[in-house]
């Protein structure tokens, strides 16, 4: 069986020998992320990041070898965007749903970042100070590291989950939105889902939350409920 790649992260950017190169990964991923920022993941080609450069889509190649690396390189750069000066206060829950908030901001200024497949994503030297943070939160909690790993990765899944729902609400047409609310509004009043109808009953009684307390409010309960102080 074939080998697996090393990690574009292994692999220097430059050989040891000849002329200096006249791209940069830092460039090339600037190029894609602009590119996805305007159309998703799907308008991100060789030949369109190419095309900004003034290259030729072949010459990419000599500093990213696939899509993946290229994917990697976007991926840990608008990591870096997320503050992490910001001074831990020793309160997990808090420290942590700040970092989420970031967290989420990130994702709404580039929904391209909710369809990069969790599953191979690397760890990159940003995403590895984004994980050194989130674990510093953690630091005098009394978990196992490997707790403190999947706290992390729960909370973010759930920024994951609402900054999805938010975009997908902002991109919904109000028709379709009313139509879905003209429909849960017959479904509550059927008599065939007394327990749906009891707790949208209950719901409307609830004082209306903008999306950031809403995220606020359920984050902080998945933290308590993790067993996180606060």
Known sequence: MPEEPA??????ERG?????PERSRAQIAAVAIDLADAGG???????????????????????VATRDDLIDLMH???????DLSVPLTGD????????????????????????????????????????EYALRALQHV???GRRKLEAISLLNGLVMLF????????????????AQAAYRAQLAADGRHPLIAAAMAGSSL???????QSFERMTRQLLAGLGLPG
């Open 16 to 20: 040891a020998r000849g002329p200096a």
């Open 41 to 63: 993941l799907a308008a991100v080609s060789t030949r369109q990041i190419a095309k900004a450069l003034g290259t030729g889509p072949a010459s990419l190649y000599r500093y």
């Open 7 to 12: 990690s574009i992260w292994l692999r220097p």
């Open 142 to 144: 009394p978990m196992t």
């Open 92 to 131: 997990p829950i808090d420290d942590l749903l700040s970092l989420a908030a970031r967290t989420r901001d990130l994702c709404l200024r580039h929904p391209w970042l909710l369809d990069v497949p969790v599953e191979r994503t690397r760890l990159g030297p940003r995403a590895a100070d984004y994980l």
């Open 163 to 178: 900054a999805q729902l938010e975009l997908q609400e902002r991109r919904t047409p109000t028709a379709r939105q009313a």
């Open 206 to 212: 609830d004082p209306p939350e903008d999306p950031g």
């Open 76 to 82: 840990d750069a608008v990591t870096g965007e997320v």
